[in-house]
């Protein structure tokens, strides 16, 4: 024990600043959300004990069902289609050299650095009905006009692109690094025993790309379960009203803002929290065993 | 390890002669010279309250009021509406709250339940009759939901009405002079501009506020809110499928743009948009507009379905004082200083605004003035009743959604309005 002590006393002095505020701002905040999750609590007046009284309520409401799905739409649609367009922006940005690959990787880059509230507002102008772009171009294809944000059957349609387009630029970025990895002689050999350009990416880029694309898949599905700057500012959320029209845009994080600061029910916010943790878990778990299987295959 | 020991003791010492380096230490030695009238006053204001002109002159107002009382410190911070909501709630957990703060009526409620407020009622009284006789009863109403509890001061007010852009109505062979009142009148100017290529009204369904304006128009205040001690919905059904059919009618006529849009203001300003509705904030960049691209504009008083019932809804703000605040005294010293008649004729004459002084409201000769007060007269209040209770989670959204469902065909008026007021009293009951 002397020894160890001896050996590591040092390095354990050293994180010990780490350790503090890793347990103040990261511990003691799940902890407690976690223990409020089973009271009243309107954050001023004492808490009261009501058990699991509000993951009862939540799980009951008829928001926390549609947040639900619009979620499982959402994600669904999101994270599939951001992977495939980033993975080939990847490949197209990959096969340039010097100058034009530079250019290629920062102009797609470049939405990604917009704050989101500008981009949000550039997209509601967009979206405009009647006036905004894409109704315009398509008056001119004789196609009527879309209400993008408040038509309920293409809302979620609406957040995917703008959630794409300021995403793609990110996942190329991690995706082009990966590419750069996989060395130049498995394209060379594939080359000469005749493979075509599409077997090449099947066969070498896609295996090869495993871990990174793992990790692209995970983390897209890890922030689009947890989506919500983007459709409160499409929809012009508010503490009392959010979701948009009809719902179509209501999300459980936007809901359980809503119950915390637009109704004091921060114990019901907590709860929804956590059955939103609950649900990350699951869905990462089931990540990590697909990841090990085909890993193992 | 002795080597490790001397190093730990060598880091102990370093940081004990380290902290006698602290402030605390050489507060010892020489003591701060601090006034000792020296008070501080954290005062949150509305963001547009707190920039341009308007903020310009609430520094003037602190300037004048800390040179009339020495030792005094104002420090305003502007806050938009979420994060004047956000941080009271947050604030108010920590004991934190600005020693001063502004705030809409309609979110009084939930500053009363947060324990945010200082009943004022005791200093209100000790005021002269002559101070308090310059408030508008109603106003003051408001603020007391019961005896000898005043949550604040009433300080300014808004209604909105109706903006007509004159180019659109000529346009569409209207003479702007010809007086529309009624819903049915209104509707038949729609369908001419319409006709000529226009578009007349924005979406009215998809704010809450834009919802009151228009139920206004068909419901009177009894019709309206909510009824805590019975427990349910004062919202009127058969009101309430009427005005759904008013604005099914006027979508015909109209763009689904929203009328809180930008491209709705927009539409307007480049003369492709008859109407807006909006409160007095919006004729500032409308008069820019005018000035700058002739826009040809006026604004008149919402029509009702009925004459004698115009359309429009109606809020007020006040300031309040945090229990938590040292300085109660002295903060509402400010308060009544700013809502005092000089102050606030200087106000209302800079920004063209309703406020809680009547003898204000008596002098200052301002079209925009008249027509905010006049709107305020016939407009529904936002949330009434005002600092009794929050509406329960989803009730002003479930009106919203039950208008877009009766709008798209799921349900008739008359189904959805009976299906709305259950539904409402459902989460009031839930509520309790």
Redesign the interface.
Known sequence: M?NWV?KY??HF?MLTPFFIFFSIFLLYPIFKGFYISFFRW????PAVFVGLDNYISVAN?S?FGIAIFNLLKYVSITVPVGILLSFLVALLVDSFEGIPSGFFRSTYFVPTMIPLFLAA?VW??IY?????IINIVLGWLHIP?V?WL?DPKVMILSLVIVDNWRSIGFNMVILLAGLKNIPGEYYDAAEVDGANKFQEVIYITIPQLRPVLFFTIAYGFISALQVFDAPWLMT?S??????G???GLLFPVMDMM??A?????FGQASAYGFMLMLIILVVTGILFRVQRRLGGA | ?KR?TRS?ILILVLALSLTACAPGATKATAPAVVPAQTITLEYWVFADYGSGEAGKLQQTFISEFQAANPGVKINMSPKN??EL??GI??A??SKSLPDIYMQSDDMGA?DV????LVNVYDMWMAMPDSYRNQFNPAMVTDMTPTDKTMWGMPYTGYSSFLFRNLTVLKAAGIDPAEKVTTWAQWLEQMKKIKAAGYDALP?MA???NDFVAMYSGVATDSQWGIDWANKKTNLDPAAYATMVKFLMDAKAYG????N????ADD?FKSNKLAYRISGPWTNVTYADAKKTSGLDYDYVILPGNTADNPGGHRGDEFIGISPYSKNKEMAWKFITYICDEPQMTRWATLLSRYNSNMVTLSKVNDSLLQITAEGAKSGLMVQPPDFVK?????Y??AI??NT??IE?GQVTPEDGAKELVDKLNKLIQENQ
């Open positions: 002397n001896r006393l040092r002095l309107d954050a001023v007046h409401s928001y507002s509601r102008w405009t009905p009647e006036i905004g006009p209400n408040t012009a508010q503490y009392s009203t959010y979701g029209h009809l719902k809503g119950r600061f637009g109704n004091l029910q | 390890m490790y730990i509406d979420d909501t956000a709630t947050a108010a957990a939930n339940k947060l324990g945010a979406n998809l704010a809450y763009t689904e743009i929203g809180r849009d930008q491209a539409l929050a509406y329960p989670a989803g002003t959204q919203l959604d877009a469902q798209s």
